[in-house]
């Protein structure tokens, strides 16, 4: 389209005279502020970047023991070693005490005493085991969340130093702000589409509850909490182990000290990452306002049909909020499961993160969405419409795969807790009885199953509280989470199935219509170009006020 049918370029800023002082204020104001944000910014992506490069060196070189020179010998089977070695309960006891070394250190002599100066790298690799379940070590999983939250906040600020030269992206920026902020706070994906703590990812939610000062505690033999009373003793099944323990330096309890504290200044990095997302979003609320209060006269007119499309974008956006509130406290509430059954308290049973393709066609078709309407872009609907397509394709699997799962365990139904937890024998193949009904009993066998070890266990002689499974308190807060994070999930699935249709009107409605232009430059000087973009990052004298609106 020839840039003469924008509009009459002397007309490019049209402003309330009697305002006009203002908005020359607030450019230099702004630019100052978006700079200064970058720079701390600069320094703490530094910071955050070190220690996720030592998380990543703690999880990958700490996973193999030097037995010699050329020779590796991989955790998870010293890890089999003691589990072969008494009847153990799933996260119990004695297989934590086997890694109470520095397995960075070579051993001298094959299964010699590991060096004495044992340090809170032993601590951190700790974490990894649960009988070989867990399916990612504690340090890997922190290495990819700060990077993950590395990239969220870099995005967050480069969308927004470019909707402050061009107001027709703030709207949108927003909107992706929003997702920025939950993101860096609670990325959770669509994929587990129930919350089953193996397969969810860890989050800076989630580790603000995990990370505690006694999280190292309950890992060596005599157990000993962080306040140096003996909680409990060994259980006579690790007495076989014992022997072959004693081959090993245990760690002492002050060296996990430094573990501890590590991960506190991460967690702290990480929330520091937060602070700069929201800071930047008031910014864009901010310039939002502005662009409201001084208008552009000479622009096209809104294109027919966006509310629709606008309305789908504000309740996907609600549903994703309440899918990551949902399925945060389900991942709580596992920590919790865990530390309950006399487990050590630095078992993480999560996940470590990936990218969410279709979150991000969420994202990219919310922005489009948007973006065309506050830009007249017709463009940018049809891209809305592909991109939503995209989302339900991803999705479609899940969707469907997982409401066999509940509709086949009854899980829309709270259902029973075990009543025969105690002495199994009793209930004489009551499958029911052992694990429950419903929505209850789906999870008992989830944890039971997962989280326990079957083989080789005289289940007679079993108590309750020896299995690791759900209160029934627990097990509730799981079904509402679980029902929760269902039907938020299914919103967002039934809305972009409606936002396909909606943009593809929208496109067809206003199809062939010109399309506002906007340079991506600045104006050099009052009056001349045809540039019609409104730059707050622009400088004062670059502001043409003409008359009154």
């Not at 906040?153 to 061009?166: E, K």
């Not at 509430?333 to 470590?352: H, M, N, W």
């Not at 936002?499 to 009107?505: D, K, P």
């Amino acid at each position: 389209m020839p840039r003469s049918s924008v509009g009459n370029t002397s007309m490019r800023y049209t402003y309330d005279g009697s305002r006009g002082q203002s908005i020359e204020t607030e450019g230099p104001r702004y630019r100052r502020r978006v700079l200064a944000l970058g720079a701390f910014l600069g320094v703490l992506s530094i910071v955050n970047i070190c220690m996720c490069s030592y998380y990543g060196y703690i999880g990958t070189a700490c996973t193999n023991v030097a037995l010699s020179d050329d020779q590796q010998l991989p955790f998870n089977l010293l890890t089999s070693i003691f589990n072969n070695n008494y009847n153990g309960l799933g996260i119990k006891t004695c297989e934590f005490t086997d890694l109470n070394f520095n397995a960075s250190i070579p051993f001298p002599n094959g299964y010699g005493q590991a060096n004495p100066t044992a340090t809170g790298e032993a601590c951190m690799v700790e974490s990894n085991n649960a009988q070989g379940k867990m399916v990612s070590s504690f340090p890997l999983s922190m290495g990819f969340l700060g990077g993950q939250t590395l990239v969220y906040t870099w995005l967050a600020f480069a969308i927004l130093y470019r909707s402050l030269n061009h107001y027709e992206w703030l709207l949108s920026t927003i909107a992706f702000m929003c997702y920025a902020v939950l993101g860096v706070v609670a990325y959770y994906t669509f994929n587990p589409f129930l919350p089953y703590p193996h397969q969810t990812a860890a989050t800076v939610a989630t580790l603000t509850y995990y990370i505690k000062p006694d999280m190292y505690d309950d890992t060596f033999i005599p157990y000993t909490h962080h306040d140096g009373t003996v909680e409990k003793v060994p259980m006579e099944n690790c007495d076989s182990a014992y022997n072959f323990n004693l081959a090993f330096l245990v760690v002492p309890m002050e060296n996990c000290d430094s573990a501890y504290n590590f991960n506190l200044a991460f967690l702290v990095v990480q929330y520091m990452s937060v602070s700069v997302t929201v800071m930047l979003l008031f910014i864009a609320f901010s310039a939002e306002r502005i662009r409201r209060r001084y208008p552009l006269v000479n622009q096209l007119p809104p294109l027919k049909g966006t509310f629709f499309p606008m309305t789908i974008c504000v309740i996907c956006l609600l549903a994703y909020a309440v899918m990551v509130v949902s399925k945060a406290q389900a991942s709580i509430t596992s920590l919790d499961i865990i530390a309950d059954k006399d487990s050590p308290s630095s078992v993480f049973p999560f996940a470590q993160g990936s990218l969410d393709v279709p979150t991000v066609f969420l994202i990219v078709t919310t922005m489009s969405v948007i973006r065309g309407t506050t830009r007249s872009s017709t463009s940018a609907f049809r891209l809305s419409a592909v991109t939503a397509i995209l989302h339900i394709a991803l999705v479609y699997p899940n969707i469907v795969g997982n409401y066999e799962v509940t509709k086949y365990n009854d899980m829309w139904k709270m259902g029973t807790d075990p009543v025969n937890l105690a002495d199994p024998s009793e209930a004489d193949g009551d499958a029911t009885a052992i694990f429950g009904s419903g929505c209850k009993g789906f999870w008992n066998t989830y944890f039971l199953s997962y989280y326990n070890t079957a083989a080789d266990v005289d289940r007679d002689v079993l108590l309750a509280d020896d299995w690791i499974h759900p209160t029934s308190e627990q097990s509730t807060t799981l079904c509402y989470g679980t029902w929760i994070s269902f039907i938020a999930q299914a919103t967002i699935f039934v809305m972009m199935h409606i936002q396909v249709i909606a943009c593809s009107m929208v496109y067809k409605q206003n199809k062939g219509r010109p399309t506002d232009v906007f340079d991506p430059q600045p104006p050099t000087a009052p009056g001349h170009g045809d540039d019609r973009s409104e730059p707050l990052l622009g400088q004062a004298n670059n502001i043409t006020v003409v008359g009154r609106i």
